[in-house]
């Protein structure tokens, strides 16, 4: 079974801050999926990645399929970016996704 | 296109109640998931499908049952509810199923069992 590890559990931003979440995982994959949950509210994809690199806005995702990690960067914060990301990975033909606990971002004006 | 929903959003049983939460998605996906969300922990999956009439355990099947009768509709049932099921319940859905395919989510059950 991957074991999928989120860091930090929780981040306290300033607005305008870089933000950066890690996401490592111990088995090989096929894709690597990061989702916001906003408090209270349901879940939505942000990216999917199986190598390289995504850009939306101000969200950018980065994967190393050697070292097993995957990286979400936010640039310029906003208290509207106040989530819960959370990491999942899916391997191969698998249909089932393994999840990390998830890292609480706060970002204060 | 609504997307993936769920009824109840809200729903409060007493110990050894049942209860059957509802999901439907207008996507014509093949798949479909239920999870729940406990604190500290993360989304865990309890019982899927991948198509119309079919159905599979999960990670956390125990207490629970699911039917497929319809693509479009995936239902989770509590027969004799306890304590340890007090969680957020998610459905979600995707086309094909694969690791690479985006699953969509509905907006949760907040279930309390007293």
Known sequence: KNEVEQSPQNLTAQEGEFITINCSYSVGISALHWLQQHPGGGIVSLFMLSSGKKKHGRLIATINIQEKHSSLHITASHPRDSAVYICAVGGGSNYKLTFGKGTLLTVNP | ?114
């Open chain 2, 1 to 114: 296109n609504a997307g993936v929903t769920q009824t109840p959003k809200f729903r409060v049983l007493k110990t050894g109640q049942s209860m059957t939460l509802l999901c439907a998605q207008d996507m014509n996906h093949e798949y479909m998931y239920w999870y729940r969300q406990d604190p500290g922990m993360g989304l865990r999956l309890i019982h899927y499908s991948v198509g119309e009439g079919t159905t599979a355990k999960g990670e956390v099947p125990d207490g629970y049952n699911v039917s497929r009768l319809k693509k479009q509709n995936f239902l989770l049932g509590l027969e004799s509810a306890a304590p340890s099921q007090t969680s957020v319940y998610f459905c979600a859905s995707s086309y094909s199923g694969r690791g690479t395919d985006t699953q969509y989510f509905g907006p949760g059950t907040r279930l309390t069992v007293l």
